[in-house]
């Protein structure tokens, strides 16, 4: 168990649809990012907060947007989805320039 | 420049065989290489990790090769087991204020029993 949760597990909704996947980081971590992993993508680097604070920004789509919030947990909003944006979203918190992320299992979305 | 390639895609190796895997940079500011391991329906978890100032990590039966003049780096499991099957991503970060991992494409390992 890494510590860092992420709800909900599995989603499933419809195109043009919006969801919210949350995370709640491990104790003491500042540092949440986001990553999509799709089949043929691997692992793709959204967003990364730290203390309430975007500070870096990787592919994301302006569809998508996330905080943080005071209490460090964070959430992805994904809005008028799309099929393609079918993935698992993993979530993954670290020690303020640490080299070692801590991932969650993942919100799996299915976009049908 | 911030890609991570990453070969091969999928790989095969029989129990008690050595499997390697191979990624490649192209940006000579990433100075932290680790490699994470990722079985099904769970998330990847960091299994070994290198810094360029030393060419070889070892760590059991988990290897980090290093070759900076020509910015590639492998991951060696020597005695590989049924245990060890999942997918195996290498990565690379810069140790400049807030780090953001690049992974590879990902490799999926099978150890047949």
């Known amino acids: 168990d890494s510590g860092v949760t992420q709800t909900p597990k599995h989603l499933i909704t419809a195109t043009g649809q919006r969801v919210t996947l949350r995370c709640s980081p491990r104790?003491?971590?500042?540092?949440v990012y986001w990553y999509q992993q799709s089949l043929d993508q691997g692992l793709q680097f959204l967003i990364q907060y730290y203390n309430g604070e975007e500070r870096a920004k990787g592919n994301i789509l302006e569809r998508f947007s996330a905080q943080q919030f005071p209490d460090l947990h964070s959430e992805l909003n994904l809005s008028s989805l799309e099929l393609g944006d079918s993935a698992l979203y993993f979530c993954a918190s670290s020690v303020y320039r640490s080299g070692e992320l801590f991932f969650g299992e993942g919100s799996r979305l299915t976009v049908l | 420049q911030q890609q991570v390639k990453q070969s091969p895609q999928s790989l095969i190796v029989q129990k008690g065989g050595i499997s390697i895997i191979n990624c490649a940079y192209e940006n000579t500011a990433f100075d932290y290489f680790p490699w994470y391991q990722q079985f099904p329906g769970k998330g990847p978890a960091l299994l070994i990790a290198?810094?360029?100032?030393?060419s070889e990590k070892k760590e059991g039966r988990f290897t980090i090769s290093f070759n900076k003049s020509a910015k590639q780096f492998s991951l060696h499991i020597m005695d590989s087991q049924p245990g060890d099957s999942a997918t195996y991503f290498c990565?690379?970060?810069?140790?400049?204020?807030?780090?953001?991992?690049?992974f590879g494409t990902g490799t999926r390992l099978l150890v047949s029993p």
């Open positions: 104790s003491g971590d500042l540092s």
């Open positions: 290198i810094r360029p100032d030393v």
């Open positions: 990565a690379a970060s810069m140790n400049t204020g807030f780090q953001k991992l690049v």
